[in-house]
């Protein structure tokens, strides 16, 4: 070891053997030593270079020396001697040499290489290395070969030096702009000159080098002056290439990279005109019926590149008279290419469709500017065109697998959701145009549907459901406002539910007529008598009972937001309905082994459904508990049978259990879901419901006895209390004290984390009615937190740590939830010991908790505490309290170093901190501040000004104190 590189006497090719990927691992890792060992050593790279011009390495051996090679450029050239710089010089130019003596390298090597060739460039050009392009133009009569090196160089040059997409630093960009103003200045027109010379040696006998040259003529394009490239020569030859098969592809990328040059308005709009009255002649835009849809993709993205540069120039044009002269013309040439667009945008190709699609949206965008009364016959006609276009281009094609859709299926689903959006647009363009197109092809489809191809049928309603949002609502309601929209909305809904076409036998069709009758619900006010039929078609072989379990899953969905619409006009359906959905209420699994027909997620909404079903009818309250009753006995029947198997499940049997388990916990998201049905207007007691729903409680409390706990089963019964706090009122109050003693039993860091909440909710909604029952479960609440918080975690367990920061979240906002319910003395009222507890646990929290949420909050509960306790006769306790503790908490925790001071969330806790001490000033006056300035705050350390400061800041309103103690602590911290 020398200057800390290692010397190398010659290269080992065969130690590099295991970077082939057929060595096994030792011989891989012993690949990779060598490999770092050439970068590291002083002389490293030469042995690669001699290797790489000795023309006898094997692929993998090559590969490994250029990017020896590259380490050194990248981080020892720019400073190396002149003759290590000569050195590598050399080797490039050899290289291609090597390359054109019949040698030839595979692309990923030639890529490689002509990489190492721009690295060498960007350092030397144009002060070390000034003939670096004339240079690689020598090279070029060597063959076809060494074109093949020097398109590939020139193609890496613009990776490094102006491709837009790659980001580079402000000295990059600032060495970028040196090297290509010298190329300007220098060698562009050579360049130029090499580039042509080449289209013109090589179009025929070979074509990949042909169109490499395109590539690089369509990069260089966008920083040279156009008119090396805009000329008769160039242009000649990329019209004749337009009707090579093996060119025209890249040409038409090509053309489009000219067409895309920046350039000022006026110049590009006569270069686009230049360039397709050229093109328009030479018959590229009228391609054979056939002809191969890649080239007419590329075809497409010329034309679309051509409108969307014409509509930027436009509207980059102001109100001046020769401004507006220019705009007319700009229009003009946007008109003119509308109908090749439509022409393209109309392909059956949906690839080459799409190609087009930004001009099409840019242009009915540019439209929707323009006054409706500007608007030329000749572009209402272009509007007109694209509608029924993109009508017969939302169409599905009849290969669509709807019963195994695979890649081509999302492609085409993508391809429709951008079809859609300019649907949507020419809608909001022409709103009459929409309707009246819609209505003729709904209209005309729906009265012969059952002779009509399913493409065509599933279309018809799909237009009509998407009239909602081509064509907006007024306050969500399509049937009001506009008259003539709501009229030719009323009658093609009425066609629609009337013709029957609910009964097409194809599930797309099927599917679009629910979601279009769910979407247009408030139809059904205006006209309840389309109702029944509507109905029949949810609940039949057509909905709910479809063979196609997609078709039932979206229609239970559907079905439930039908009847919460229409609940209103249900009343003599009710109990038909409810007989008919209850073989799809079986609370999983089914007894008999048959496969239920819904999954218990779709079965969640006809549970809900049934419930609104039941409480919006009217009858009454008896009849409604009886109804009601009959939905849920199946549900507490089976949960009763299978808690009993859970019971007397094998301990081994975890497999057992968990299934049990997750179907006990559906049947209580079951019973939790009805409960969805009641409102304010419509409570559990006005509709005589209550009872059946406590009953179904105290059979699911039970879960929570017996011996075999898990996660689901505890679930299920928090979720079902939560959903009673909010239903039964005072009527669960019996309750609670059972549930929360079976629910503290047994926990883990999750299990009480989702108690929480529920016991928050509780004292939410009960306030004072639970004090007496809070006092009693407080400290078993609190200790039970603590004993699963003391739990060892390791310190490798990123989530455990992240659940144990939530839970101690979690305590201190249900302490936070006591404090701000106004029954705090539940926390007064605890023994001296356990309440001396709780308050260091706060001001612990306050202090030592990174988490600046968590600090907040226990600020927050000191303030309240504060507010509370702080005043009158037994206050002298607590006051010595806040003195001895609250006091130098708001100090201690914003001097943490994990309070930082440029974090939101740990400002809103310094806010909390400053109101709290704040309180504390108002709530004991001159007391207070006599404390601070006489006793507490000269332990700081702190000068009497400071002290002095600090007092009187106390003094002021909270909002400027808030700011004041921003400040103190930013500068007690710097």
């Known amino acids: 070891m020398q200057d800390s590189f290692i010397y190398l006497v010659m290269m080992d090719e065969s130690a590099l053997v295991g970077l082939s990927g057929a060595g096994d691992p030792t011989a891989q890792k012993k690949a990779l030593d060598y490999f770092e060992q050439l970068k590291a050593s002083a002389d490293g790279w030469q042995l690669c270079a001699d290797a790489l011009t000795s023309g006898a390495c094997s692929d993998h051996v090559k590969f490994v020396c250029l990017q020896v090679v590259e380490n050194f450029i990248k981080t020892g050239y720019d400073q190396a001697p002149p003759l290590h710089q000569q050195k590598v010089k050399e080797m490039l130019i050899r290289y291609i040499q090597l390359q054109a003596c019949g040698m030839l390298d595979k692309t990923f090597l030639r890529n490689k290489a002509a990489q190492l060739f721009s690295l060498v460039f960007v350092f030397d050009f144009p002060h070390r290395w000034s003939s670096f392009l004339p240079d690689l133009m020598q090279t070029l009569g060597l063959g076809v070969q060494a074109v093949d090196m020097y398109l590939r160089v020139l193609l890496a040059i613009d990776s490094d030096v102006v491709d837009r997409d790659i980001a580079h630093t402000a000295r990059e960009v600032e060495r970028n702009t040196v090297i290509k103003d010298a190329m300007r200045e220098r060698c562009i027109q050579s360049l130029v000159d090499s580039l042509y010379q080449i289209l013109t040696t090589y179009e025929e006998s070979h074509p990949e080098q042909t169109c490499m040259c395109l590539d690089a003529i369509g990069r260089y394009i966008s920083w040279i002056d156009v008119s090396l490239i805009v000329n008769d020569q160039f242009v000649t030859a990329l019209v004749r290439y337009m009707s090579m098969p093996m060119l025209r592809e890249s040409a038409a990328d090509c053309l489009r990279d000219v067409v895309s040059k920046g350039m000022d308005v006026v110049s590009k709009t006569k270069l686009v005109n230049s360039f397709m009255a050229v093109l328009q002649q030479a018959g590229v835009f009228s ?31 102001g109100k001046s008279r020769r ?6 013309v700009a229009l003009q040439a ?4 509308v109908p090749l667009m439509l022409h393209f945008l109309g392909n059956e190709d949906d690839d080459v469709s799409g190609g087009v699609s930004d001009y099409a949206s840019e242009y009915v965008g540019l439209l929707k500017s323009v006054p409706a009364e500007r608007l030329t016959a000749g572009q209402r006609q272009h509007v007109e065109t694209m509608l029924y276009t993109v009508i017969r281009k939302l169409k599905y094609d009849d290969s669509y697998n709807f019963e195994s859709e695979g890649e081509e299926e999302l492609m085409f689903q993508e391809y429709r959701r951008q079809m859609k959006v300019l649907f949507d647009n020419v809608g909001l363009l022409n709103r009459e145009l929409m309707l009246v197109t819609v209505h003729r092809v709904a209209t005309a489809a729906l009265q012969r549907w059952r002779g009509t191809p399913y493409e065509d049928v599933e279309l018809a309603i799909f237009l009509i459901y998407n009239i909602a949002e081509a064509i907006p609502a007024i306050q969500g309601n399509h049937f009001v406002g506009d008259n003539n929209k709501a009229a030719a909305l009323r ?36 006209e309840p008598e389309q109702i029944p039929d509507t109905l029949v078609a949810f609940l039949d072989g057509r909905g709910l009972h479809h063979s196609n379990c997609r078709v039932r899953s979206r229609a239970s969905y559907l079905f439930s937001r039908f009847i919460k619409s229409v609940k209103s006009h249900l009343q003599p359906f009710v109990e038909d309905i409810l007989k008919q959905i209850e073989d799809l209420l079986v609370v999983p699994p089914a007894d008999n082994g048959i496969e239920l027909l819904l999954s218990p997620e779709d079965q969640l909404f006809l549970y809900e459904a049934a419930s609104m079903l039941i409480v919006s009818s009217s009858f009454e309250p008896q009849k409604k508990q009886l109804f009601m009753k009959s939905l849920l006995a199946p549900v507490v029947n089976k949960f009763a049978a299978l808690l009993a198997r859970l019971a007397v499940a094998e301990q081994s049997d975890r497999q057992r259990q968990q299934q049990l388990a997750d179907c006990l916990n559906h049947a209580m998201a079951f019973a939790s879901r009805t409960s969805k049905a009641f409102s304010n207007q419509q409570t559990m007691q006005q509709c005589g419901c209550v009872d059946a729903f406590t009953e179904t409680l105290q059979v699911f409390l039970q879960a929570l006895s017996v011996p075999v706990q898990l996660p689901q089963v505890q679930s299920g019964v928090r979720q ?19 549930a929360i003693e079976s629910l503290l039993n047994n926990c883990d860091v999750r299990s009480v984390q989702d108690f929480i909440p529920l016991i928050n909710q509780i004292i939410a909604k009960f306030k004072k009615s639970i004090v007496p029952l809070l006092k009693q479960v407080l400290m078993p609440i609190v200790n039970t937190i603590f004993a699963v918080l003391n739990e060892p975690v390791d310190e490798s367990d990123l989530a455990g740590r992240q659940e144990r920061e939530t839970l101690q979240r979690s305590y201190f906002l249900f302490l936070s939830a006591i404090v701000n319910n106004g029954i705090a003395e539940v926390i007064a009222e605890q023994g001296a010991v356990d309440l001396q507890q709780l308050l260091a646990t706060v001001i612990q929290g306050a202090v030592d908790l990174p988490d600046p949420i968590a600090k907040k909050t226990c600020f927050n509960i000191l303030r309240k505490l504060i507010e509370l306790w702080a005043t009158g006769a037994d206050a002298r306790g607590f006051v010595d309290f806040a003195y001895k503790s609250v006091v130098p908490a708001c100090f201690m925790a914003p001097m943490k170093t994990t309070f930082d001071l440029q974090d939101a969330q740990t400002v809103a806790a310094l806010n909390e901190c400053a109101l ?27 000068a009497p000004e400071v002290i002095q400061e600090y007092c009187q800041a106390l003094k002021s309103d909270p909002k400027v104190f808030k700011n004041y103690i921003k400040i103190f602590f930013q500068r007690a911290k710097s």
């Open 491 to 526: 009658e093609m809904m009425r066609t629609l539910v009337k013709s029957g076409v609910s009964g097409y036998d194809h599930s797309a069709v099927q599917l679009q007529f629910f979601e279009t009758v769910v979407r247009y619900d408030k139809y059904f006010s205006s």
């Open 916 to 942: 709290c001490i704040k309180t504390l000033a108002d709530k004991r006056g001159e007391e207070c501040l006599h404390y601070l300035q006489n006793s507490y705050l000269p332990t700081l350390q702190l």
């Open 334 to 337: 946007v008109d003119n290419y």
């Open 287 to 317: 391609p054979a019926e056939d002809e191969d849809s890649d080239y007419l993709v590329k075809l497409a993205a010329f034309v679309n590149t051509v409108g969307c540069q014409l509509i930027l120039g436009y509207n980059k044009l």
């Open 720 to 738: 079902y209390l939560h959903r009673m706090v909010v239903c039964l009122g005072d009527d669960i109050l019996p309750y609670v004290p059972a």
């Open 323 to 328: 401004e507006a002269a220019d705009a007319v």
